[in-house]
């Protein structure tokens, strides 16, 4: 079992920066794909990015390319999701998860994760 704990969010003016990060409990992280999602006020959890167990490969949903980016320190246990260029469109709870098995399909849907943070409130103002 994973035990996620996000921290890194908070309040920011739109064009603005933070760097999120997830950490994860355990020995075995790297046997974990990561996303990150958000989930905004009367909105569905929304996929972020994902990144492979070996940080190889990354995905993005297309509001956010270009602006963040997901990257992972497997020695440190931790993820990471640096965003740039906020928007008052980013405001959410942003939530960590880790997925055993990843596929590029599944890993853009929530249900294809099997652990998750409790969430970190980032607010954009405009």
């Known amino acids: 079992q994973v035990q996620l704990v996000e921290s890194g969010g908070g309040l920011v003016q739109a064009g603005g920066s933070l760097r999120l990060s997830c950490a994860a409990s355990g020995r075995t992280f790297n046997r974990y794909a990561m996303g990150w999602f958000r989930q905004a006020p009367g909105k569905e959890r929304e996929f972020v990015a994902t990144?492979?167990?070996?940080?190889?490969?990354?995905t993005y949903t297309d509001s956010v390319k270009g602006r963040f980016t997901i990257s992972r320190d497997n020695a440190k246990n931790t993820v990471y999701l640096q965003m740039n260029s906020l928007k008052p469109e980013d405001t959410a709870v942003y939530y960590c998860?880790?997925?055993?098995?990843?596929?590029?399909?599944?890993?853009?849907?929530?249900?294809?994760?099997?652990?998750w943070g409790q969430g970190t409130q980032v607010t954009v103002s405009s």
């Open positions: 998860a880790a997925a055993q098995t990843w596929t590029f399909t599944s890993s853009s849907n929530r249900n294809g994760y099997d652990y």
């Open positions: 990144i492979t167990r070996s940080g190889g490969t990354t």
